[in-house]
């Protein structure tokens, strides 16, 4: 696998030797949380005063406090007063690695230095431990940046790098110009890097299953041949489909029926539906029954991503970037600010401003609240996605964020819960369990100082994490962050100098 990574990662030129050598970590070692509270997730049971053993990364033994459970050589977590549910999923990220840094268009980004040991990716990777995200779904980047993520997996999966378990989908897009309405250019010809035939859809995914990764993201701007090709070959090679729904309109288009005939297992945003409801630039209320309906006809899954058009909608009326919750943005890296501010922000330029439909993105917001209440109240599974790190959502907090979307929008704190963990458990990982708090799963778990269920901003309140069994305590996760910030202060260093230079350069 990882031999496989160095012959076709054009990203992992910094590799280092010393990383690949290292032996496997060994997984987990045993630990017993004494008096703790479980919120199991499967059923709506609370158990109070338990003890909990884990051990080679899964859950032991949950037994009542006082039951023996005596573990040699075991590390002792005093649970009292706090609880323990699942790690939370990010089912919609947009990871940015070292590769899509080097990837960048632009020479003087793509020549950084970025040091060794993937200093930046690590970064990161604890960002997310330190908001219970202890898995996150990447539906898509650049070439060099999915190398990487299919490389951090294998580490993560192995103990050498501290990190949420990676889902990697690969993005599979046809040309914008083989479904234009009214084409402005021909398309070049079909191939599986953009296609508009069945047969390349069908290579598309074939060659995903060769090179490892876990799901397939359909984008919009595939054919109707080509998306319905996309999703059955999927499903045939046992990948989930999680992405957007067709482009409407042209001749060789998906239709609405066609879409929810064909389904994808996930729908990546509500917003995505809120466009299947528009007729021009008008947005009915009067259609939110209809595709909710045709949402749960269809079986298919649905990542709100309420958070993302929130954060979009206040660019738009704020005319900048919505502010990270507490001192999240002192985690937010060089780069990713760099994204976040004009002319990079796309969302910050008038061009954004001057599309047509902008003025109506606030009641596509509103929309799409109702509509994932209406969702949710048919039973139709939600769970939590970010598009982070979009502008003004930075990875980790987003998801807490997201939560309390949710929870606004009328989901029960246990539902919010479910829908930020087991939910996209079953969906990105369906052969690994339930991923509830239950004996025999796996040991991906945020202990909370307070009741999630009393008020969901507990959430935030972390006092650790197990992640494939390894517990990180709140100060470990913060002390090891506090370590990588001089790497990130050298890089952002580096960011002033290019901006100086460009700036006398006019
Ligand atoms: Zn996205």
């Not at 899964?58 to 009542?64: G, P, V």
């Not at 470990?476 to 962050?481: A, K, Q, Y």
């Amino acid at each position: 696998m990882i031999v496989q990574a160095l012959a076709l990662g054009l990203g992992l030129a910094s590799l280092s030797a010393t990383a690949m050598a290292a032996p496997a970590a060994v997984p987990g070692g045993s630990y017993v949380i004494t008096d703790v509270t479980v919120i199991p997730l499967d059923t709506d049971e609370v158990l109070r005063h338990r003890t909990v053993l884990i051990r080679d990364g899964k859950i032991a033994r949950i037994a009542a406090q006082g039951a023996r459970t005596r573990v040699e050589g075991a590390t002792v977590v005093d649970g009292t007063g706090k609880f323990l549910i699942p790690g939370f999923v990010d089912a919609h990220v947009h990871i940015a690695t070292e590769g899509a840094i080097r990837d960048s268009k632009d020479p003087a980004m793509a020549a950084l230095e970025l040091g060794r040991d993937h200093a930046y990716d690590r970064q990161v990777m604890l960002s997310f431990l330190k908001a219970g995200v202890t898995g996150a779904a990447n539906l898509g980047g650049s070439a060099g940046s999915d190398e990487d993520l299919l490389w951090l997996r294998g580490q993560i999966d192995q103990g050498r790098i501290d990190g949420p378990r990676l889902y990697v989908g690969k993005r599979i897009n046809g040309p914008r110009a083989a479904v234009a309405i009214k084409p402005e250019s021909t398309p070049s010809a079909s191939r599986p890097e953009a296609p508009y035939t069945a047969a390349d859809g069908i290579a598309a995914v074939r060659r995903a299953r060769e090179r490892g990764y876990d799901f397939i993201k359909p984008y919009q701007f595939l054919n109707r041949e080509t998306y319905q090709a996309v999703v059955e070959e999927s499903r045939r090679q046992g990948f989930i489909t999680t992405g957007h729904l067709p482009e409407l309109g042209c001749a060789s288009c998906a239709d609405r029926a066609f879409a929810f005939a064909h389904p994808m297992t996930n729908i990546a945003h509500s917003e995505e539906l809120a466009r299947f409801a528009r007729i021009g630039s008008d947005l009915s209320p009067n259609d939110i029954p209809a595709l909710a309906q045709a949402v749960d006809d269809s079986g298919v899954s649905v990542t709100p991503t309420l958070i993302t058009l929130k954060t979009i909608v206040g660019m738009y009326v704020q005319r900048e970037v919505p502010s990270v919750p507490g001192d999240w943005i002192k985690l937010v890296d060089p780069v990713t600010r760099l994204d976040w501010t004009p002319p990079a922000n796309r969302y910050l330029s008038q061009a954004f401003r001057d599309q047509e439909g902008a003025d109506t993105f606030s009641a596509g917001y509103d929309f799409a609240r109702v509509l994932t209440r209406e969702l949710y109240k048919r039973g139709v599974r939600l769970t939590v996605g970010t598009d982070a790190a979009l502008p003004g959502l930075a990875f980790g907090v987003s998801v807490q964020q997201e939560m309390i979307e949710l929870r606004e929008v009328g989901l029960s704190s246990l539902d919010v819960l479910r829908a930020a963990s087991i939910n996209a458990h079953r969906l990105f990982d369906p052969d690994a369990g339930s991923g509830a708090v239950r004996e025999g799963e796996r040991a991906n778990l945020v202990l909370l100082d307070a009741d999630p269920l009393a008020d969901i901003q507990n959430v935030s309140k972390i006092a650790g994490v197990f992640t494939q069994g390894r517990w990180l305590p709140m100060a470990e996760i913060d002390r090891r962050l506090g370590e990588g910030q001089a790497f990130e202060r050298g890089l952002g260093e580096q960011i002033e100098r290019l901006k100086g230079a460009r700036h006398s350069a006019h």
